[in-house]
């Protein structure tokens, strides 16, 4: 049938001379639109379901295949660290080129043709015996593994130590933990609630509908560690002698430990930035690593809890509550 533009000033055109008017029920069609709707509606949930159920199909399997993110995921988001609640721009590594002059520097001064290849190069927090934490360069070539404390305020390069990746003979990646006798996680949590309680009560405005929450006990139940880390040894399983063991200058302990660097839980660090602050990525390249230097005598890779052997820990509680590991602006003062 041709169609034909017509107005309302135009005569009837011949082909409505046979016409017939119809009046339909308009419930009817009024039921049947709403039926339509229904059914494609309950076609699009169905479809959203499905679409949910092999979204978290698929989920379920990355965790299965990653335990320490699984594991990641379920911690809670309030670490125990020296940086909870911290600002990015308090560090003095997160300004901006500081970390790659850093490492372009340490590069040229301790990487040469001896010791193989730059492989990759973070910025990480190490875990001395004595559990006191400290901003570190890491640097990761082909035959060693080289430590270094760099101050991010002068810009120099401090101190390193070389680790040959030949005489690593175990590493253990997993979750930070204390001993079960270990008072420092109820420490924690007592200084937690203690510092929470004074900052509702002083530091922020008094609300009476806050005057609930100015007291909560759960802020004083025990915290343990929730972070994970990375731990290496050369020590081929032996224990550590009197002397080392309880020397807290000793610099001849047999493993390091590290985990990740604060600037990684800031808002303001980007993502290309939190790749060199992330303990996760230098385990992923330090086992590639490792695998090709003791091909002879493989090194034994565990996946269980890192133990840290802190059972009062007074002295380091102050000092990783205070950061005095890390280049920081505090106050009127910066060291």
Same mark, same amino acid.
């Given at each position: 049938?041709?169609?034909?533009?017509?107005? =309302?000033?135009?005569? +009837?055109?011949?082909?409505?001379?046979?016409?017939?008017? $119809?009046? *339909?029920?308009?419930?009817?069609?009024?039921?049947?639109? *709403?039926?339509?709707?229904?059914?494609?509606?309950?076609?699009?949930?169905?479809?959203?379901?499905?679409?949910?159920?092999?979204?978290?199909?698929?989920?379920?399997?990355?965790?299965?295949?990653?335990?320490?993110?699984?594991?990641?995921?379920?911690?809670?988001?309030?670490?125990?660290?020296?940086?909870?609640?911290?600002?990015?721009?308090?560090?003095?590594? *997160?300004?901006?080129?500081?970390?790659?002059?850093?490492?372009?520097?340490?590069?040229? !001064?301790?990487?040469?043709?001896?010791?193989?290849?730059?492989?990759?190069?973070?910025?990480?927090?190490?875990?001395? =015996?004595?559990?006191?934490?400290?901003?570190?360069?890491?640097?990761?070539?082909?035959?060693?593994?080289?430590?270094?404390?760099?101050?991010?305020?002068?810009?120099?390069?401090?101190?390193?130590?070389?680790?040959?990746?030949?005489?690593?003979?175990?590493?253990?990646?997993?979750? =930070?933990?204390?001993?079960?006798?270990?008072?420092?996680?109820?420490?924690?949590?007592?200084?937690?609630?203690?510092?929470?309680?004074?900052?509702?009560?002083?530091?922020?405005?008094?609300?009476?509908?806050?005057?609930? $929450?100015? =007291?909560?006990?759960? !802020?004083?139940?025990?915290?343990?560690?929730?972070?994970?880390?990375?731990?290496?040894?050369?020590?081929?399983?032996? +224990?550590?002698?009197?002397?080392?063991?309880?020397?807290?200058?000793?610099?001849?302990?047999?493993?390091?430990?590290?985990?990740?660097?604060?600037?990684?839980?800031?808002?303001?660090?980007?993502?290309? !930035?939190?790749?060199?602050?992330?303990?996760?990525?230098?385990?992923?390249?330090?086992?590639?690593?490792?695998?090709?230097?003791?091909?002879?005598?493989?090194?034994?890779?565990?996946?269980? +809890?890192?133990?840290?052997?802190?059972?009062?820990?007074?002295?380091?509680?102050?000092?990783?509550?205070?950061?005095?590991?890390?280049?920081?602006?505090?106050?009127?003062?910066?060291?």
């Amino acid at each position: 049938m041709a169609m034909y533009d017509t107005s =309302l000033d135009d005569e +009837p055109q011949d082909y409505f001379n046979n016409a017939t008017l $119809r009046i *339909s029920d308009v419930r009817k069609q009024k039921n049947a639109l *709403s039926a339509d709707k229904s059914s494609t509606a309950n076609q699009s949930d169905n479809s959203s379901l499905f679409s949910l159920d092999i979204a978290l199909a698929d989920e379920a399997k990355a965790g299965a295949k990653s335990p320490s993110s699984s594991s990641s995921n379920a911690r809670p988001k309030d670490a125990v660290m020296p940086w909870s609640g911290d600002d990015a721009s308090t560090f003095f590594a *997160s300004r901006e080129g500081f970390v790659k002059r850093a490492i372009d520097e340490c590069s040229k !001064e301790l990487v040469n043709d001896k010791i193989g290849k730059l492989l990759g190069a973070w910025l990480l927090t190490e875990i001395s =015996l004595w559990d006191n934490e400290k901003e570190r360069l890491v640097l990761l070539t082909t035959d060693e593994l080289i430590i270094v404390k760099y101050d991010f305020i002068a810009l120099k390069m401090l101190d390193s130590k070389r680790v040959p990746l030949n005489i690593i003979d175990t590493v253990i990646n997993g979750d =930070l933990v204390y001993p079960s006798g270990s008072i420092v996680p109820r420490v924690n949590g007592f200084t937690n609630g203690f510092s929470h309680f004074v900052k509702s009560c002083v530091f922020k405005p008094y609300q009476k509908e806050e005057s609930s $929450r100015v =007291l909560d006990l759960k !802020e004083f139940e025990a915290r343990p560690r929730n972070a994970t880390g990375v731990r290496a040894m050369w020590n081929n399983g032996q +224990p550590l002698d009197f002397l080392t063991k309880w020397n807290a200058f000793s610099s001849d302990v047999p493993w390091f430990t590290v985990t990740s660097h604060p600037l990684l839980r800031c808002k303001e660090t980007t993502t290309e !930035e939190k790749k060199l602050y992330c303990v996760d990525n230098f385990y992923a390249e330090f086992v590639k690593a490792l695998e090709l230097v003791t091909a002879l005598t493989p090194c034994n890779i565990q996946h269980k +809890p890192i133990l840290l052997e802190n059972y009062i820990g007074l002295t380091s509680l102050i000092h990783n509550k205070c950061s005095l590991g890390f280049f920081k602006i505090r106050g009127k003062f910066s060291f």
